[in-house]
Nanobody, 109 residues
């Protein structure tokens, strides 16, 4: 049974934008985005607290925005001014669910 499903990744040129979506099953508390680049450990990109406060990794501050639609149990990640270093598989995180499949983001000219 799929608990978390990410989508919206793709190939984009440097400076471009993408919007990722993460839909979760009922009762799954999605709250953060992580990413994993080839040969690197999975790292936290951003999280949003129950009160709506967003926290960002320094590398994405000012470029990425996390948001949540509680009615749809969906988490979003708006990514602007993408750079090659942003290339990674992006995962949605919930403390009470397994990791999803992730969505590939590739930034290349």
């Amino acid at each position: 049974q799929v608990q978390i499903a990410e989508s919206g990744g793709g190939l984009v040129q440097p400076g471009g934008s993408l919007r990722l979506s993460c839909v979760a099953a009922e009762g799954i508390a999605i709250q953060a985005w992580y990413r994993q680049a080839p040969g690197k450990q999975r790292e936290l990109v951003t999280l949003i607290t129950d009160g709506g406060t967003a926290i960002y990794a320094d590398s994405v501050k000012g470029r990425f925005t996390i948001s949540r639609d509680s009615a749809k149990n969906t988490l979003y990640l708006q990514m602007n001014n993408l750079q090659p270093d942003d290339t990674a598989v992006y995962y949605c995180y919930a403390s009470n669910a397994n990791w999803g499949q992730g969505t590939q983001v590739t930034v290349s000219s």
